[in-house]
């Protein structure tokens, strides 16, 4: 089974500090995403990874940055967590093309509370 | 651009009823479909996806999607709900950029 893993399910940080979301996948899968799901807003794409070394910001990328050292883990990073950045977020991965009939897969969630 | 639009974002159905949610593409290249469901304080899990294979797509747990290119939709139906269908359930496509666009979700609440 392919199998996303989010190094934490919640997280309560503070105001202005630095946060750091991981993400590993086992599958050798090429591409990555981080998402950040609020209600009524559903997921909205922070950065995705094509590639190791490799990103493209999504549709909110602002307050965000990414790392993808190496093809299995990709993180993100929130430099000055605020208060509005307090959502869930979700990692992805998924192989190169569509298709190739396959899927994302996806992790269970971090739910980050900024205080 | 493309873009994924749900109409409804809660939807409630008697057990036993038919289900019915609605989702719509706009994309200027052949689309990847998926529909993903998620219970409450986990990730999604997929649903059923269409890569042009059929355009009438089987999932899990009794669930189909048929994908109409005449009307740019690609609806989640299941003939007879169960209370274990309650959840979230979200409508994405992916073109050829290789990234995966959500619509905003539905929830789907089911009265016994």
């Known amino acids: 089974d392919v199998k996303v893993t989010q190094s934490s399910r919640y997280l309560v940080k503070r105001t202005g500090e630095k946060v750091f979301l991981e993400c590993v996948q086992d599958?050798?899968?090429?591409?990555m995403f981080w998402y950040r799901q609020d209600p009524g807003l559903g997921l909205r794409l922070i950065y995705f990874?094509?590639?190791?070394?490799?990103?493209e910001k999504g549709d909110i990328p602002e307050g965000y940055s990414v790392s993808r050292e190496k093809k299995e883990r990709f993180s993100l990073i929130l430099e000055s967590a605020s208060t509005n950045q307090t959502s869930m977020y979700l990692c992805?991965?998924?192989?190169?093309?569509?298709?190739?009939?396959?899927?994302?897969?996806f992790g269970q969630g971090t739910r980050l509370t900024v205080v | 651009a493309q873009s994924v639009t749900q109409l409804g974002s809660h939807v409630s159905v008697s057990e036993g009823a038919l289900v019915l949610l609605r989702c719509n593409y706009s994309?200027?290249?052949?689309?990847?479909l998926f529909w993903y469901v998620q219970y409450p304080n986990q990730g999604l899990q997929l649903l059923l996806k269409?890569?042009?294979?059929?355009?009438l797509v089987k999932g899990i747990n009794g669930f189909e999607a048929e994908f109409k290119k005449s009307e740019t939709s690609f609806h989640l139906t299941k003939p007879s709900a169960h209370m274990s269908d309650a959840a979230e359930y979200f409508c994405?496509?992916?073109?050829?950029?290789?990234?995966?666009?959500f619509g905003t979700g539905t929830l789907l609440a089911v009265q016994p």
């Open positions: 599958m050798d899968h090429e591409n």
């Open positions: 994309s200027s290249v052949p689309p990847y």
């Open positions: 994405a496509g992916g073109g050829a950029t290789n990234k995966l666009i």
């Open positions: 269409y890569t042009s294979a059929a355009t």
């Open positions: 990874s094509y590639d190791v070394k490799m990103k």
């Open positions: 992805a991965s998924s192989v190169t093309s569509w298709e190739r009939g396959t899927e994302a897969f």
